[in-house]
């Protein structure tokens, strides 16, 4: 089985992480933080926006049950990439929408899946398309949040509805 890796950011990692594993073909999902100059950052300082750090998740994924298109187009419907740096009420460059690709595939496989996807949305994609560097691993309190948390009134405010629409638009893509 062939294992392929993409770094993405849309908001709170508690969101993408809750969605992605939902999918087929998705083989782990983590959560942490990527595009920074901070080395080994925590999420107090994160939350500071002063490292340059986004909010993302790692997804492992089989790219013969999952290609990256199919992964992206649940990228762009579970999160809004056309407001820049904020997702709803989270707000700060650590919420921005981005893509850290792997190689080189991985960028053009992005920039096709913009170009294809922007005519959904009433405003131009923001989203980032930039080279992973390093990828730092939240705390483990962050990973799998809402498997533990789904009661909390962010995840059954913010996480649920995304879900609901995650199902309704992709049933035959979950587990």
């Known amino acids: 089985m062939a294992v392929e890796q993409v770094v993405l950011g849309g908001g709170c990692f508690w969101c993408l992480d809750a969605a992605f594993r939902?999918?087929?073909?998705?083989?782990?999902?983590e959560s942490g933080y990527a595009g920074g100059r901070t080395q080994n950052?925590?999420?107090?300082?994160?939350?500071?926006?002063?490292?340059?750090?986004?909010?993302?998740?790692?997804v492992d994924f089989d790219p013969e049950v999952l290609p990256l298109d199919a992964l992206l187009?649940?990228?762009?419907?579970?999160?809004?990439?056309?407001?820049?740096?904020?997702q709803g009420a989270d707000v700060g460059t650590q919420y921005r929408s981005v893509i850290f690709y792997a190689n080189e595939a991985q960028r053009q496989a992005a920039e096709q899946s913009i170009a294809k996807h922007s005519q959904r949305f009433d405003d131009p994609i923001v989203t980032e398309v930039t080279g992973l560097e390093?990828?730092?691993?939240?705390?483990?309190?962050h990973q799998d949040y809402y498997?533990?948390?789904?009661?909390?009134?962010?995840?059954q405010v913010v996480i649920s509805p995304k879900l609901e629409k995650l199902r309704q638009s992709f049933a035959e893509r979950l587990r």
Request: net charge negative; proline share 7%; charged share 20%.
């Open 41 to 58: 950052p925590t999420y107090e300082q994160i939350c500071s926006g002063a490292t340059g750090h986004a909010e993302v998740v790692r």
């Open 147 to 155: 498997r533990s948390h789904g009661m909390q009134p962010y995840c």
């Open 73 to 86: 187009e649940v990228f762009w419907v579970i999160h809004d990439p056309t407001t820049l740096n904020r």
């Open 22 to 29: 939902q999918i087929r073909g998705v083989l782990a999902v």
């Open 134 to 141: 390093t990828f730092w691993p939240a705390e483990d309190y």
